[in-house]
C-alpha cells in the first residue's frame, strides 16, 4: 500500500506561483507513473500532469502547458507540480495519483489505482 498527502495548496493573486508537493509513504514510488488532477466544484476531476516513473517523459493539459511544470524526487519519494502565472481558472482542488500502469499524453482518474486527500488552490483576480 501507498499513502499519498498532498501540500503546498493556498491562496494566490492571478498571475502568481505556488509549489505543490506530494509526499509518498509505505512503499516506494520510484516504480510508479505519477500524475496530477484537479477537481473545481461542480466539475470533472481533470487531467493536470503525469511522470513517467523515471523523470524522462511528461505530459500536460493543453491549459497548463508552459504553465505548469511536473517533477519527482525518487530519493525523497517525492512528485511536485510547480505552477507559474496562476489564473482563477486554475482555482481547483489538486490530487496526486500513483500505481498507474499506462502513461499517455490524455489520462483519466481510473488509469491510477491511488489517490491523496487533495489539497486547495485558490487564485483570486
Known amino acids: 500500500q501507498v499513502q499519498l498527502i498532498e501540500s503546498g495548496g493556498g491562496l494566490v493573486q492571478a498571475g502568481g506561483s505556488l509549489r505543490l508537493s506530494c509526499t509518498a509513504s509505505?512503499?516506494?514510488?520510484?516504480?510508479?507513473?505519477m500524475g496530477w488532477f484537479r477537481q473545481a466544484p461542480g466539475k470533472e476531476r481533470d487531467f493536470v500532469a503525469a511522470?513517467?516513473?523515471?523523470?524522462?517523459?511528461?505530459y500536460y493539459a493543453d491549459s497548463v502547458k508552459g504553465r505548469f511544470t511536473i517533477s519527482r524526487d525518487n530519493t525523497k519519494n517525492t512528485v511536485y507540480l510547480q505552477m507559474n502565472n496562476l489564473k482563477p481558472e486554475d482555482t481547483a482542488v489538486y490530487y496526486c495519483?500513483?500505481?498507474?500502469?499506462?502513461?499517455?499524453?490524455?489520462?483519466?482518474?481510473?488509469?491510477?489505482?491511488?489517490w491523496g486527500r487533495g489539497t486547495q488552490v485558490t487564485v483570486s483576480s
Open positions: 495519483a500513483a500505481d498507474a500502469t499506462v502513461l499517455v499524453g490524455d489520462m483519466t482518474p481510473t488509469d491510477f489505482g491511488s
Open positions: 509505505g512503499r516506494s514510488i520510484g516504480s510508479d507513473h
Open positions: 511522470i513517467s516513473w523515471s523523470g524522462g517523459t511528461t
